[in-house]
């Protein structure tokens, strides 16, 4: 059998694994460990096993994943996300939209410290949706928000899916990191000006609010300053050269602790929930990469990145065709599969072909994020809608999905700026220092 043949085979078997609702992880292991015991001997494949496990949990590197990780937990436990809500409303309250504009703020604030888009989403589920009822925001539109809101997670600095592209790729996750400040700002600001076009031309579809006097908004500033200078000092770190990533992630989780300890935020129930939740998700996520680095192998030995490069090579139709090829692919990968395991099951794939067309590794690595972005919110999985309509009862997933239709032309549109104006992503990275 043709080591072609036994890649098909094994692409089927990981599909099917998939839909019987094996774990990602654990049907990708599965699956190279097997296809790679068949060509080059169960010994061999069973030595690839313990030495990719040992490599993954020891590489220094990949510490960057459990440090950030444990940061938003401790940030998320702190209650930091009703105060960074309350601060942005006081400055936009009283426009119209004004509480679609402050839960965008709030969730890019929660966002850049957590680098969690389901977090975000679950989060401001429980802290904006309620505010925005309250002032007769539509259930929709209210939803849809927090459902595009949550996805500047997977954007912007310390994002678990750049720092997994950046493992899988062997980039700069540093460099990766700062590549997403641009774009994610981007993303903040024309979905804030989506908002502000909707209240502008439909009357009375989302009323404006009080407006805040000028003391309450110091006040309120008074309660964000900490957190956001966390987030300034930790990403500036990076940009200066003074930390790599898994020291920037653990003098985050520091700052973290300290904050939420001299507030009064975290006690020994919350640090241990804290422990526990950042635990749950780095062993969740180092078990999947653990597996897709061993269907890595598998891909390798069967040539299989060689093969698609030259297929697509072979069309004829130019770079940004090809190019334009792999994001419909994963447009349409997003309707099927959770975002974190789209990107570790296809970045082996189409990375080479993408680097061989010329196109900038860092840029691609902010690309592939936007169209996971699409995924978390648009039908029939959107995670994101899945994790609000877990929050939020007595909502219809057709509601969430309608709510998000406008953010998603969006994204569609920050998408194509993003191709044509590559330099919006890779300007930081190539000034940074060290």
């Known amino acids: 059998m043709s080591s072609e043949t036994v890649a098909v085979i094994g692409f089927v078997s990981l ?15 599965l699956v190279g460990i097997t296809g790679f015991g068949y060509l080059t ?34 940030v998320s436990v702190s209650g930091i996300s009703r105060e960074l809500f309350r601060a942005a409303n006081t400055f936009v309250g ?38 925005m009822r309250r002032f007769g925001y539509p259930q929709s539109f209210s939803t849809g928000v927090i459902a595009v809101g949550g996805t500047l997670g997977a954007m912007l600095p310390p994002s ?68 956001l200078l966390l987030f300034l000092f930790v990403i500036g770190g990076l940009y200066g050269g003074f930390f790599v990533p898994t020291e920037a992630g653990a003098v985050g989780a520091v700052g973290a602790f300290i904050i939420g300890i001299l507030r009064g935020r975290l006690s020994k129930d919350g640090i241990l929930q804290s422990l526990l939740q950042a635990t749950r998700t780095a062993a969740a996520v180092f078990t999947v990469l653990i597996g897709a680095l061993c269907f890595g192998y598998f891909l390798t030995i069967t040539q299989t990145p060689q093969n698609v490069t030259a ?42 072909v993408v680097t061989s067309l010329g196109f900038d590794s860092i840029w691609f690595g902010i690309i592939i994020v936007m169209t996971v972005e699409l995924g ?59």
């Open 41 to 74: 001997g169960f010994e061999p494949a069973l030595k690839l096993v313990g030495q990719t496990t040992m490599r993954t949990v020891t590489d220094y590197s990949f510490g960057v994943i459990p440090m950030f990780l444990l940061m938003g937990a401790f």
């Open 160 to 227: 678990t899916v750049l720092a997994v592209y950046g493992i899988i790729t062997q980039q700069d996750i540093g460099k990766l990191f700062i590549a997403g400040v641009i774009p994610g700002l981007l993303a903040i600001l024309m979905h804030m000006i989506t908002i502000g076009i909707i209240g502008v031309t439909r009357p009375g579809f989302l009323p404006a609010g009080p407006k805040a006097k000028w003391h309450e908004r110091v006040l309120a500033l008074r309660d964000v300053w900490a957190p």
């Open 311 to 352: 297929f697509f090579t072979g069309l004829g139709i130019g770079p940004y065709g090809v190019l334009a090829l792999i994001l419909l692919m994963y447009i349409v990968l997003g309707c099927l599969m959770d975002a974190m395991a789209m990107v570790i099951l296809t970045v082996p794939i189409v990375f080479p």
């Open 94 to 131: 009283h426009w119209k939209g004004g509480l679609g504009i402050a839960t965008i703020a709030a969730c890019g604030g929660f966002a850049a410290i957590s680098g969690s888009s389901v977090a975000t989403a679950a989060t401001f589920s429980a802290v904006a949706y309620p505010e």
């Open 376 to 434: 978390l919110i648009h039908p029939p999985v959107g995670m994101n809608v899945f994790v609000i309509k877990s929050v939020i009862k007595d909502v219809n997933m057709s509601t969430i999905f309608a709510g998000v239709l406008p953010f998603v032309i969006t994204d569609l549109i920050r998408l194509v700026i993003l191709i044509l104006f590559p330099l919006l992503a890779t300007w930081l990275p190539q000034r940074m220092i060290g």
């Open 15 to 29: 599909f099917v694994l998939m839909l019987l609702r094996v774990p990602v992880g654990m049907a990708m292991g």
